[in-house]
C-alpha cells in the first residue's frame, strides 16, 4: 500500500464548475405549481441567496471562504492510496487507486459539502436547518457541521436505516442533532430518501428561522465535492501517475460521484463510471424526465433519470444509494454519453467489500463497496487482456457503523435477490 499525501496548504481554495463543460445545455428546474422555471425567489425559503447563486452559475470557478477552508483544513487534503495488496490478490497489471474520504470527522464525503452549506446559512442569520439522511452518513456531516457554526439541525432519517443503523443517530445526537424516523406519518413504512426529503422540507417551510440542507442531487451540492477529484490529480500527478483510464464512484443522489469525476469531465480519454444498486436502478434503467425530488411533490421538478418520485426500494444496507432520482448534472452527464452506468446486486457488493477489507485492512460502507465492486471488475478485465490500466475510485465512507451488514453477509442472511 502506499500513500500520497499533500501538505494542507494545497487544498483547493476554489470548486470546479462542470457546467462550462456541458456538451448540451442543463435544463431549468421546474416550479411544482406553475411549471415554470423557478427563479431565486422561489427558493429562498428553502436555501440562503449564496446556494441558489452557486446553482446557477456558470462560473468556472468558484471561490471557497476562508472560513470554511479553516475547517475542511481539520483532515483535508485526503490522502490517495494505491491499493497495492489488492491488485497482488487480483493477479492484475492494473493499478488501483482510491480517495480516502473517510477520514473526515463524520468518516464520509459528506463533511465536504456539510461544512459549506452551514457557513452559508449562519451567514444569513439562519438559526436552524432540517434535512433527510438515507444511511446516515449525510446526518452525522451535517450534525458536524452544524455544531461548528453554532445551528440547530433537525434529521429525517429514512426509517429502516434508522432502525439498522441506530450508531448513526447516536452520533448525530453527540453532535447536537435531533434525529427522528421517516415517513414520520406511518411507522410501518420502511421510507427513502424521497419521503425523508418530503419530511424535512415540510419542517422547513413551517418556520422563519430555519431552512433546508440536502445532501446530494443538487449542483451547489456536487460542486462543494469537487475538492476529492481536484486533489486526486494533483496527488496521481505528484506519484508520478498519468490519467486514470478509468475513475468509479457509487451513485445515489450524486455527490460523491460527481465529487470525483467532475474535474475529470475535460479529460476526454478517460471513462467516468457511476455505480448504483440493482434493487435501485436509476440511471440503468430509469427514465430521462422531469420529476420531483420527494415523494410528495413539493420539491421543483427537477430534469433527471428517475425511477418516479413514488418509487420504494427495497430495505437494501446501502441506504444511502435508495434514491428515485440523480443530480441533473450526472444525468445530463450520462445522457450525452460522458458518463457511464452499472447496477450490482447487495450479494455481489458485500463479496467484493469483505476482500477489500481482508486486502487493504479498511471496512468501506455498503455503498463504497459498489465502488469497490467495479473497480475489481475492471481490474479483472485488465488482467484478461494485459493492459495496464490506472483505477481510481472513491473510498467515500468507512463502514465501522456498518457492522450490522457485514453481520448478515458473513452469517448468510444477506438475500441476493434485494439488489
Known sequence: MSRWSLPPSAIPTAWF??????????????????????????????????????????????????????????WRPTPLVRATRLEKALGTPARIYFKDESVSPSGSHKTNTA??????????????????TGAGQWGTALSFACSQFDLDLKVYMVRTSYEQKPYRRIAIETWGGEVV??????????GSLGSAISDAVRDCVSRDDTHYSLGSVLNHVLLHQTVIGLE????????????????????????????????????KDVRLLAVEPVSCPTLTQGTFDYDFGDVAGTTPLLPMYTLGHDFM????????????????????LVRDGRMEAVAYPQGKVFEAAVQFTRTEGKIPAPETSHAIRAAIDEALAAKETGEEKVILFNFSGHGFLDLAAYDDYNNGRLPEEQG
Open 181 to 190: 424516523p421517516s415517513p414520520v406519518d406511518d411507522p410501518n413504512n420502511p
Open 115 to 132: 461544512v459549506a452549506q452551514a457557513f452559508y446559512n449562519k451567514q444569513e442569520g439562519i438559526a436552524r436547518l432540517t434535512t433527510e
Open 232 to 267: 486526486a490529480k494533483e496527488q496521481l500527478e505528484q506519484a508520478g501517475e498519468r490519467l486514470p483510464d478509468v475513475v468509479i464512484a457509487p451513485c445515489g443522489g450524486g455527490s460523491n460521484l460527481g465529487g470525483i469525476t467532475f474535474p475529470f469531465v475535460p479529460e
Open 313 to 332: 426500494p427495497p430495505s437494501i444496507h446501502a441506504g444511502g444509494l435508495r434514491y428515485h432520482g440523480d443530480a441533473p448534472l450526472v444525468s445530463q
Open 17 to 74: 464548475n462542470v457546467i462550462p463543460h456541458l456538451t448540451s445545455p442543463l435544463q431549468p428546474p421546474l416550479h411544482p405549481g406553475t411549471r415554470e422555471p423557478v427563479g431565486p425567489d422561489d427558493l429562498a425559503p428553502l436555501f440562503p441567496m449564496a446556494l441558489i447563486g452557486q446553482e446557477v452559475s456558470t462560473d468556472p470557478w468558484i471561490d471557497i471562504p476562508g472560513e470554511v477552508l479553516d475547517i475542511l483544513r481539520l
